[in-house]
Each structure stands twice: as C-alpha cells, then as structure tokens.
C-alpha cells in the first residue's frame, strides 16, 4: 500500500530562490492537507483542499507562500521568495473526508541558507 | 494561542511498566481527539483516536480516556517497550460543517528504557 508521497525529502536553497515542495495523497482520499513543523511553533497546518478545492488557508504565513491541487493525485506548495526563515519541516497528508485520522508523508526538510 | 497543549515536553519510563500521556483542550468545539506516534526523519503516524461520545478508546496496548468536563485527554501504553519510544502528538477537530482540520499539541518525547 503506497502511502503519502513527498518529494523531494531535503532541500536547500539559497535566499531569494524558488522552492516547490511536492505530494501525491493515498489513492481515494479526497482531502489533502499541508503542514509546517518547526520548533517554536510545532506542526502548523497551512492549508487543505477538500475534493481539489482549497477550503482553508488561513494558515498560509504571507502571499509568497501558494499551494496548489491540480487533480486528485497530486499537489504543491510552492515558496517565492524565500527565506530563511521558511527553513522546516514540511508535512503533507490525506484523509477521507470527514472526522478521521489524517495519513501523513515523511515531510520535506527545507534549507534556506 | 495554543488550543491543544502537551505540557509534559518528555517522559521517561522503564521497559513493562505504563505509561501515560497528558492532553489539555481548550476550544469545547473539539469533538474528535487523535492521538499520532513520530520517530525521526518520518511523518507522524496515526495511533489511536476517540469520538466526544465516548470516554475511552482501546487497541491492545493502547488505551486512550477523555474527561470532556475537564478538557483532558491522556493515552496509556501497558506495557511499554523500548519501541515504543519516540515524539507523541495530541491532536483535536471539530466536526462542523466541512471543517476537519487538526491541531496538533507539542508533543510529548517518550523514552521506554530497557
């Protein structure tokens, strides 16, 4: 059973670049979130789509920060620019819709120099 | 504002006996309680979980109590074992409508020493 897939697992990047960070949800899930852990402020969640549609994204940080969800099996959230203090670990997950528990990746380790 | 604080940031306990996992809740919307495991370089990975309705949750070792009256959730572990140390995350959703995000506590660092 393929779970959560994040690419890539590390990045770094210098100051000012463009950064994509990647994700393919579980087969049948319908609801895809995106999260933010560091250490201050633990695991944020940033935005999520239900049915490929974003339905919160008041955890989105600033306008350099997007995310998108072009079809069911895959999305991205993208930083430009960025900054060093965007350095983290970025986690996606999926779910069904509905309470339940939430499937997550093993994250993106994001590198700002 | 933290709505889901772990206030314990490590516990430590040795192999066979129990341990326990704290929780604190404060938005009385949350009806739905989680609780994930994470080791190292991995993403957290769902354990156990209990619904308002319910004040207690078991799987095997696992055994998850809510007292709704005083916001307060704790996970037990009978008996622990050396695998089962690692960063324990309490999480919470409200049900409302299409609202089903999680927040997330701290987490709690376990140590099971052999």
């Known amino acids: 059973d393929a779970g959560v897939i994040q690419s890539p697992r590390h990045e770094v990047t210098e100051m000012g670049q463009e950064v994509t960070l990647r994700c393919k949800p579980i087969s049948g899930h319908n609801s895809l979130f995106w999260y933010r852990q560091t250490m201050m402020r633990g695991l944020e969640l940033l935005i999520y789509?239900?049915?490929?549609?974003?339905?919160?994204d008041s955890g989105m940080p600033e306008d350099r920060f997007s995310a998108k969800m072009p079809n069911a099996s895959f999305s991205t959230l993208k930083i430009q620019p960025s900054e060093p203090r965007d350095s983290a670990v970025y986690f996606c997950?999926?779910?069904?819709?509905?309470?339940?528990?939430?499937?997550f990746g093993d994250g993106t380790r994001l590198s700002i120099l | 504002d933290q709505q889901v604080k772990q206030n314990s940031p490590s516990l430590s306990v040795q192999e066979g006996r129990i341990s326990i996992l704290n929780c604190d809740y404060t938005?009385?919307?949350?009806?739905?309680f989680l609780w994930y495991k994470k080791y190292p370089a991995e993403g957290p990975t769902f354990l156990i979980s209990?619904?308002?309705?319910?004040d207690k949750n078991e799987d095997g070792r696992f055994t998850v109590f809510l007292n709704k009256s005083a916001k307060h959730l704790s996970l037990h572990i009978v008996p622990s074992q050396p695998g089962d140390s690692a960063v324990y995350f309490c999480?919470?959703?409200?049900?409302?409508?299409?609202?089903?995000?999680?927040?997330f506590g701290k987490g709690t660092l376990l140590t099971v020493n052999p």
């Open positions: 938005n009385s919307m949350f009806d739905y």
């Open positions: 209990i619904s308002s309705i319910k």
């Open positions: 997950a999926s779910s069904f819709r509905g309470p339940g528990p939430q499937h």
């Open positions: 999480a919470a959703s409200g049900s409302g409508g299409s609202n089903y995000k999680l927040t």
């Open positions: 789509f239900n049915n490929n549609v974003p339905i919160d």
